[in-house]
């Protein structure tokens, strides 16, 4: 089982910028499709991101489309959330995780799992 470490939360205002990054641990990675969630206070953990275990395809939820951009690294075994235009309604604590299935906006899907970074967005 590969083990996920996000680091890059923080407090930014609205309308500024983060990068968010994963470390994964394990000769798998490259053959993970990896995804970001997102959860915030009082509400469900919810998808942000996708990516192939290639980088070949990506996918984003409708919230978070042409602001943020999912990336990896297979050989330095990362994988990395830049976040632009964020907005009060980005705050949430952030997950990195990874699948052996296809890629999926479907967090039970997913079977290994980050600690989380905090997102803090002020207005």
């Known amino acids: 089982q590969v083990q996920l470490v996000e680091s890059g939360g923080g407090l930014v205002q609205a309308g500024g910028s983060l990068r968010l990054s994963c470390a994964a641990s394990g000769r798998t990675f490259s053959t993970l499709n990896m995804g970001w969630f997102r959860q915030a206070p009082g509400k469900e953990r919810e998808f942000v991101a996708a990516i192939t275990w290639s980088g070949g395809s990506t996918y984003y939820a409708d919230s978070v489309k042409g602001r943020f951009t999912i990336s990896r690294d297979n050989a330095e075994n990362t994988v990395a959330l830049r976040m632009n235009s964020l907005k009060p309604e980005d705050t949430a604590v952030y997950y990195c995780?990874?699948?052996?299935?296809?890629?999926?906006?479907?967090?039970?899907?997913?079977?290994?799992w980050g600690q989380g970074t905090q997102v803090t967005v002020s207005s």
């Open positions: 995780a990874a699948t052996r299935f296809a890629s999926s906006s479907v967090a039970k899907n997913y079977g290994s």
